[in-house]
């Protein structure tokens, strides 16, 4: 699986962004698929994670309610859209297909990473 996570940039606090997830094999259709983000000196955390056919997603409790993860299947792409931006979500996003069809909260469960795109937000 080769991802590439794209559509990162500079935006302001309250604005919106939509990132995306592109498979360029075409195998992460039945995988669920996890989008992380890493900022300068601290530890990868979970974002949010959607199962294999999009039926089911979960976020962390500090994007709740601003992101939303979804997927086109056809297009074997998985978008992150992210709206009500902070500066504390300034970081570098990264997206990761599941070893399972279920979406996870948990690094252990990914087996292919994207190389990452760079979301900052101003204040």
């Known amino acids: 699986v080769q991802l590439q996570a794209s559509g990162g940039g500079l935006v302001q606090t309250g604005g919106s962004l939509r990132i995306s997830c592109a498979d360029s094999?075409?195998?992460?259709?039945?995988?669920?698929v996890g989008w992380f983000r890493q900022a300068p000196g601290k530890e990868r955390e979970f974002v949010a994670t959607?199962?294999?056919?999009?039926?089911?997603?979960s976020y962390a409790p500090s994007v709740e309610g601003r992101f939303t993860i979804s997927r086109d299947r056809s297009k074997n792409i998985v978008y992150l859209q992210m709206n009500s931006l902070k500066p504390e979500d300034t970081a570098v996003y990264y997206c990761?297909?599941?070893?399972?069809?279920?979406?996870?909260?948990?690094?252990?469960?990914?087996?292919?990473w994207g190389q990452g795109t760079q979301v900052t937000v101003s204040s």
């Open positions: 990761a297909a599941s070893r399972y069809a279920t979406g996870s909260s948990q690094v252990l469960s990914y087996a292919n």
């Open positions: 094999r075409r195998t992460f259709s039945n995988s669920g």
């Open positions: 959607i199962n294999w056919n999009g039926g089911s997603a």
